[in-house]
């Protein structure tokens, strides 16, 4: 039984082992929602993110407009 449990606790750590090298190695370049390629710097993703966050809140407002009607 003590031979069982240290082979089942050797497998779970290859297990471990595995995926955690798979996380460390993935060099994938990450593509944005519009299939474009990420921003290079810092930078150019704060512009990103800073013009998508706008674009939403914009798509917000226009929808909060359309629901009320003005009370003239």
């Not at 810092?42 to 809140?57: H, N, P, S, W």
């Amino acid at each position: 039984m003590r031979g069982l449990g240290l082979i089942g606790l050797v497998i779970a750590l290859a297990i471990v082992a595995l995926v955690a090298k798979k996380q460390f190695t993935g060099t994938a370049v990450p593509v944005s929602a519009d299939g474009s390629t990420a921003p290079a710097t810092v930078r150019d993703q704060a512009r990103q993110v800073q013009d998508q966050y706008k674009q939403a809140l914009d798509a917000a407002m226009q929808q909060s407009q359309r629901k009320m009607p003005d009370d003239e």
